[in-house]
């Protein structure tokens, strides 16, 4: 599969693999995603995530798996709608 800018037309290339991004809903942290970054090369990137997040709210280790993350230097940031 193809993955490609439709703003510049290109083919988009992995940047940066194995990040954590953190979902968050209702203002609250709510799951913990492993993604991959893509580039276009002209600014653009995207990170894509695995089918299943690596943990949720509920689960005992979600703040451990976290702070894993932001030790090792792989956790990106937060998000939300
Ligand atoms: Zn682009």
Known sequence: MLKICTTHRT???P???GVVIEEIANGRPYK???ADVWTCGRG???A???YAPAAEHYQEDYAKFKANAIENGTFLFP???
Do not use: F, Q
Request: with cysteine.
């Open 44 to 46: 653009c990137r995207v």
């Open 11 to 13: 083919i988009m290339k």
């Open 32 to 34: 913990l995603w492993l």
């Open 48 to 50: 894509l995530t695995a």
């Open 15 to 17: 940047d940066i693999n």
């Open 79 to 81: 998000t939300g709608n």
